[in-house]
Every structure is written in structure tokens, then in C-alpha cells.
């Protein structure tokens, strides 16, 4: 049966997708938009399951989930237009909520949750070389009419190429962070700190936008700010890198994430250690580290043994 408008969730089906949430962002340290993917991720799907039964979907229906029921709507989803890799994490969440429903309720799912997700290619990081990055930060320190949003700008995307910060890191820094020491302390994905060092040349950066900002600076108020003194915005960063890449001919890769690309694969460019730049960009597995710089698999291995302490 089809239903063209979805249905309203069932109050326990409701009851339950909270309580998964809760303890996914409670015990796993899963950020807030990470909570609100997966959300968003098996309302999708409920309400896929309300049109495609013809009822609201319950705990009790869903015990009886089989494998066409997954693939009717991992069908659907791509008729929609989502690609594999979007489709790929909205079965994952589907999946881990229904195995902690079956755990909880004491269902047998088993064929429902073999279901595979499509095979996607992950496009690897492209970062730019020393010289794009230089000439990229030069154009953006006088790209705007406004001599300190320029700074501002500038200031930035120094701290994302000279420090490896994500960009929510950065424009996330308070008055109460100033002034930067030898090294800064980041909280990142999951509540996790890290220290990176702090170059002379991004010190100056930050100290030449502040000397410029009409905006006073307060420890509780935000370092970067925009126009009108509220806390500077991500599209207001890429919309200044994408005005300077488009005079310099850069290619579209060329946007604010790709500066943390960039200081990982400059850095081990110039024999910088795989582990201590892992540790610097604050991620957990080393793989990623591997994706970010592009390092193939006998590099990986090559850490691997020197790291191990039987290699």
C-alpha cells in the first residue's frame, strides 16, 4: 500500500526514537549534528514504513521488519534522488536503532538487519598546494571593502591552514581564548580536547583583525564576529575563500575545509610524524588521518610497525 502523506508517528515508536537518541548522544559522545542526522535519518524511514503498511509504524510492527521491507526502502530513498553514500548512513542509523529496539524488546531482526548498504567510492581530500593557500590567504586580506572583515577573514583561514582547526572550532573560539599562547587548547568532535601549537604568523593574524574590529572584545562574547557583532558564520567564511578562488582561477575544492586538508598534507610533506598529526587534528583513527593526507597503505604500515611494539 502506498500513502502519499506520511503518517503521524505512534507515540511509543516516538517514545522510543527519543530514548535511543538520548543515549546515543549520552553514552557516545555523538555531536549535536551527528543526533540530528540520525534523527532525521529514521523519521525518514518511520514514516517510509507508516506509508508503505498503511499504518503508523509501532515497536510490535516493527519486530516483524524482513529484508524486502529494508530494500523497499532503500529503493525509495534512491528513487528520491539520495546517493549511495547519503543512503549508506541512513541505513546505519536505521540499523543501530533497530538493534538496540531488538535488544531492548527482545525481537528477532536478524533478517532485517542483514540487510547491506550500497558500495559508495569516498572521494578522497583535495588540499591545495603551499603556494594556492598563500596566494588564497593574500587575495581574502584584501578582498573586502571593509578592511577589518577582510582581517577577520584572513585571520580565519590562517588558523585553519596554520593550525588544522575545523571551521566550527575556529569561529567556536570566545574573547576568554585571547591571547593565544604557544599552544591552544581545542574542544572537538565528542567534547575531546587537544592542544595544537600556535604559530607567530597566526598569532598576528588574529592580533591584526582584533586591532582592527570596531567590536570590544569580552570573554564571553564571540573572537570572530560578524558584521553586526554576533558570532561569525560559516557560509560568511566559504563566501569570502569562494570570491578570492574564483579571481585566482582555483578549482571549486578550494574551500575552507580543504585549509585543514592542506596543514595535514604540508606537514607531512615536510616529514611531519602520521600519529603526532592525527593527534593534532583531533581524530580517533589514524585512517582518517590516512584519507586526510593521502597516504597509501605501505606509509600506513610503515607507522604501523615503527609504532607497534612487536613491529
Known sequence: MTQTTPLALAPATADALGRWLDLESATRDRSL??????RADLLAFLSFMGGHE???ATPKSLAKLRQGDMRAFAASERARGLGA???ARR?????SFLRWLSDREGYDLSA??????????????RPLS?????DALDMVATGHQVPWVAARDAAVMTLLWGCGLRISEALGLDGRDWPFRDNLTITGKGGKQRRVPMLPVTRDAVAEYLRQCPWRLAPDQPLFRGMRGGRLSPDQVSGALRRARASLGLPETATPHALRHSFATHLLSAGGDLRTIQELLGHASLSTTQVYTGVDDAHLMAVYRAAHPRG
Open 91 to 95: 541505513q546505519s542509523a536505521v540499523r
Open 130 to 134: 603551499p603556494e594556492q593557500a598563500q
Open 54 to 56: 498503511g499504518h503508523a
Open 33 to 38: 549534528h551527528t543526533i540530528n542526522a540520525y
Open 112 to 125: 532485517a538487519l542483514s540487510t547491506r548498504s550500497p558500495k559508495y567510492s569516498r572521494s578522497l581530500p
Open 85 to 87: 553514500r547519503s543512503l
